[in-house]
Each structure stands twice: as structure tokens, then as C-alpha cells.
């Protein structure tokens, strides 16, 4: 059974870039979507964007201009970065498993990360 | 403002039944594109319930139950209990003029009275 986990830093300062991975164990990173979910507190879900096992993306066209999902084949790992945060992007940030059938079907715990200074 | 429109909460008393509506456009919903449900607990991460509009993944009791109809889509509880209390989210694809993107409802709150 696939298992996610969020790894990085709990907090970063405005203006800076948000990086984040995600650990992929009991299965291969090489089929499927891979996701960005984030919940802002008190908040409802806002999709940020996947990476299909291919390389190719799919960003939320809010967050298009900041955002990167990359894929670490190597490690079975993907990754976030969201550049030029602000305290608005303050959030748990779930990294998830997702494909056009069955939605997403498996997510990690989620990282509360904070923006401040 | 969600492109997909959830009540923000409903509530009924244990045995009942309660209904959320997620009413998408012509771009999401009336597109074609299928609906999928979450459950969330607080501090949780949010669970697959219904995927492809209708269907339980293995584990999910029969009592909830997913529809999805022109530019709407609902969510069934039927035999309300306890530990259905918790927050709902309803999901598609929205093909819109903006960027084609996966998006979330606002979410409903369900209460057992």
C-alpha cells in the first residue's frame, strides 16, 4: 500500500521560496499523478497542482506564476516549490496520489508550514 | 468565491438522512467531468469517499452514497451516526477560460444533532 510523507522546513519568511518533498513508499513514483493540496487554517482545500509520472504538469492558474512540481525518480520522491510567499501562504501543505478514476486516492499526514518573519 | 458551491454546513439528528449539494457550470460539472467527495476530520488528512460520481472505494459503508446530474452533484448519508461528524468536500476538473485546473468545493460541515 502506498504510503506519502511531507518533509521541509516548518517555516519561512516572506518573500522566500517554500520547498517541500514528498516521500513515496510502497510503490513507484514512475506511474500515477502526483499532487499538492494545501488547507489554509480554518480554510477549505485549494489544489495547487501534479506532476504526472511522465514530467509533465498541471498548476491551479492562481498559483502558476510561483509554482514548480518536480519529480526525483531517483529517491522516489517529488517535490514543491512556491516562490515569493507571503503570510497568505500559510498552510498545511498534503502531498497526494491522484488519477482521473479514482481522484485522490492517498494522501501524506500534511505539513503545517508558516510564513513570518 | 469556489468555482464549485457547497452549503457550509447541514445537520440532522442521528437515524436521519442529510443531503450536500455541489453545483458546479457548464465548465466543470456540466462538462462531463466527474465529482469526487472527501472526508475530513480536524487535523486529519481528508479521506476519499466517492470517486467517478457513484463509487465507494472498498471500506466506505453503503450508507453514503454519491449522484451527479447535469451541473450538480450530491452527497448522501443515510442512517445518520456519530462519527459521520466531520467536514465534506466535493471535487472536479474545471475546464474554464482562466486555465484548465482540479478544483474543491468550499466544503460542508456536517453536525449530528
Known amino acids: 500500500q502506498v504510503q506519502l510523507q511531507e518533509s521541509g522546513p516548518g517555516l519561512v519568511k516572506p518573500s522566500e521560496t517554500l520547498s517541500l518533498t514528498c516521500t513515496v513508499s510502497?510503490?513507484?513514483?514512475?506511474?500515477?499523478?502526483w499532487s499538492w493540496i494545501r488547507q489554509s487554517p480554518g480554510k477549505g482545500l485549494e489544489w495547487i497542482g501534479y506532476i504526472y509520472y511522465s514530467g509533465s504538469t498541471n498548476y491551479n492558474p492562481s498559483l502558476k506564476s510561483r509554482v514548480t512540481i518536480s519529480l526525483v525518480t531517483s529517491t522516489n520522491q517529488f517535490s514543491l516549490r512556491l516562490k515569493s510567499v507571503t503570510a497568505a501562504d500559510t498552510a498545511v501543505y498534503f502531498c497526494a496520489r491522484q488519477d482521473w478514476t479514482h481522484g485522490v486516492d492517498t494522501w501524506g499526514p500534511g505539513a503545517l508550514i508558516t510564513v513570518s518573519s | 468565491q469556489s468555482v464549485l458551491t457547497q452549503p457550509p454546513s447541514v445537520s440532522a439528528a442521528p437515524g436521519q438522512k442529510v443531503t450536500i449539494s455541489c453545483t458546479g457550470s457548464s465548465s466543470n460539472l456540466g462538462a462531463g467531468y466527474d465529482v469526487y467527495w472527501y472526508q475530513q476530520f480536524p487535523e486529519t488528512a481528508p479521506k476519499l469517499l466517492i470517486y467517478s460520481n457513484s463509487n465507494r472505494p472498498s471500506g466506505v459503508p453503503d450508507r453514503f452514497s454519491g449522484s451527479k446530474s447535469g451541473t450538480s452533484a450530491s452527497l448522501a448519508i443515510t442512517g445518520l451516526q456519530a462519527e459521520d461528524e466531520a467536514d465534506y468536500y466535493c471535487?472536479?476538473?474545471?475546464?474554464?477560460?482562466?486555465?484548465?485546473?482540479?478544483?474543491f468545493g468550499g466544503g460542508t460541515k456536517v453536525t449530528v444533532l
Open positions: 510502497g510503490g513507484s513514483i514512475s506511474s500515477d499523478y
Open positions: 471535487q472536479s476538473y474545471d475546464s474554464g477560460l482562466g486555465g484548465a485546473s482540479w478544483v
